[in-house]
């Protein structure tokens, strides 16, 4: 699955097809996506927050697993482009009645639509569907199972952009359940990829994957040593459902040892920036004076979330619609 | 091709003429990236006008999105005034089909209601394949069916005509 990642991805002209995870793109391509989600902040910001870019196009939410955040920013995104969006959460629905996931987008193929954004518990199910069962329609992936969440990565490669103004000469640290986070892998990636000094992962041993440095980062168990001389703090959510196994003792000794508080902040650079995905369990990784702080950006990051959105919806589609006629298409502006 | 400076000249010319003509106040201009925003800071200097030049980026708005998808270098449109009920003056440094400005007008109404839009454009080099006229132009040119025109600029504004590649 992962070899075919940049294959399914890419057209042959090497734009976005789909969106299924930040491993196999390169750096050009992603600073496309900040580029272009640059401009669609700039529409965010106007009277009517609206293009036509996907005008007359029909994008499905598809989510086998809940969430009303990322799910939300898609809709939002999806409707700012001027698509027409059909929420489906799917664990309600067909498949409880028995229907097959190849089966359920086969209906939604019928419906002629033009694009899933699709959330899923199984790890490369949306490369699966990418592959097998639609090819004319642009794949988003918004999260599979504890592979990638490319979407929610890019939005704080924006972030993160936005305030230090270039990658080269970062460190950045991932604090917390490395171990479960989608999240933590695109944006190890992603990270990496954009050209940053540093990813630094800090964890206990039980939350991290097995061999974190063939991730790309640098393990470290102790907060005090693993935020000194960090530019970007960036703390995972931590599920509660993990609390029930053998991982952690409980909620608050993880909070002393891995919570963000004002103290432990002091030993990152001045000026940090402080991130986190949301939704934030406040004493539980992070202490309410650093996340309504002067150095948090977490509600930016929501704002962002729109605008990334709309940024790789438009390119993945733009790349479906030039594939789908392709050799007709001269690339020539008229003026 | 003519000199820049004198087609400028001509055009600040017409654009006063047509400002008192239509008892017009206060125009805010507003150039298309990239050669209309130099035309348009141009114009402005030469009018007088205090108002900054805004900037638009018509990527959002093109008609051939289906066809050849999204471009690739899109950068923030800028209007760093309120357009609801002022006189806009447009600036495209080379009108031909017209899309180009449908785009820009489609993209101006997002922005509020506008009193009037004058169009300028520094080139025309016909062709229009939309009912689109400007009010004020630099000059007419006719290419051949392989040559295309560019504005190079900032510093020095200079008008080139190129052969394009075969395809």
């Not at chain 1, 069962?133 to 704080?156: C, F, K, S, W, Y």
């Not at chain 1, 509660?240 to 002091?266: D, W």
């Not at chain 2, 300028?120 to 007419?140: M, N, W």
Request: a negative charge; one cysteine or more.
């Amino acid at each position: 699955m992962p070899e075919t990642s940049r294959d399914l991805q890419l057209t042959a002209d090497g734009e976005l097809r789909h969106f299924l995870a930040i491993e196999g793109l390169g750096q050009a391509l992603l600073t496309r996506i900040l580029d272009t989600a640059d401009s669609f902040i700039e529409v965010g910001e106007r009277t009517i927050k609206k293009v036509p870019l996907l005008r007359g196009r029909t994008v499905v939410n598809l989510f086998f697993e809940p969430s009303t955040r990322t799910r939300s920013t898609f809709e939002l995104a999806a409707k700012r482009l001027s698509a027409d969006v059909l929420n489906l959460d799917i664990g309600t629905s067909a498949t409880s009645k028995g229907e097959s996931l190849s089966d359920t987008l086969l209906n939604l193929r019928a419906m002629a639509s033009d694009m899933f954004v699709m959330r899923h518990s199984q790890s490369g199910a949306p490369h699966f569907v990418a592959q097998s069962v639609t090819p004319d329609v642009a794949i988003i992936n918004a999260g599979d199972g504890r592979h990638e969440h490319p979407t929610q990565a890019m939005l704080d490669m924006l972030t993160i952009r936005q305030h230090m103004k270039t990658f080269s000469g970062l460190r950045v640290a991932i604090v917390g359940d490395v171990q479960h986070s989608r999240v933590a892998r695109s944006q190890i990636r992603a990270l990496n990829t954009l050209g940053v000094d540093e990813v630094r992962l800090i964890a206990p041993d039980t939350l991290l994957p097995h061999e974190p440095e063939a991730l790309g980062a640098r393990v470290f168990h102790r907060m005090e040593e693993g935020l000194r001389n960090v530019d970007v703090i960036i703390m995972l959510r931590l599920q509660h459902e993990r609390m029930e196994g053998a991982l952690l003792p409980s909620e608050s000794e993880f909070y002393r040892m891995y919570g963000l508080t004002r103290e432990k902040l002091a030993y990152a650079n001045p000026g940090a920036l402080v991130m986190h995905p949301g939704p934030i369990n406040r004493g539980v990784e992070i202490e309410s004076a650093v996340a309504d702080g002067p150095q948090s950006v977490i509600l930016g990051q929501v704002t962002n979330g729109i605008a990334v959105r709309m940024a790789v919806m438009s390119m993945s589609m733009g790349g479906q619609l030039n594939e789908r006629q392709s050799g007709t298409g001269e690339g020539v502006a008229s003026t | 091709m003519q000199d820049i400076e004198q087609l400028l000249d001509r055009m600040t010319d017409d654009l006063r003429a047509h400002i008192n003509a239509r008892g017009l106040s206060s125009l805010c201009p507003v150039g298309i990236r990239t050669g209309g925003v130099w035309v348009a800071q141009a114009l402005r200097e030469r009018l007088g006008i205090q108002t900054e030049c805004g900037e638009l980026d018509i990527t959002f708005y093109r008609d051939d999105f289906s066809r050849i998808g999204l471009h690739p270098r899109v950068s923030p449109s800028r209007l760093p005034f309120e357009t609801e009920g002022q006189h806009l003056l447009l600036v495209d440094d080379v009108i031909m089909s017209g899309r180009t400005i449908r785009a820009a007008m489609n993209e101006l109404f997002d922005y509020g209601r506008p009193e009037s839009i004058t169009l300028a454009a520094l080139v025309d080099l016909g062709r229009r394949e939309l009912p689109i006229q400007p009010d004020v132009t630099g000059t007419h040119e006719t290419l051949g069916p392989r040559q295309r025109i560019k504005l190079r600029g900032p510093e020095t504004l200079e008008l080139a005509v190129e052969e394009v590649p075969d395809a």
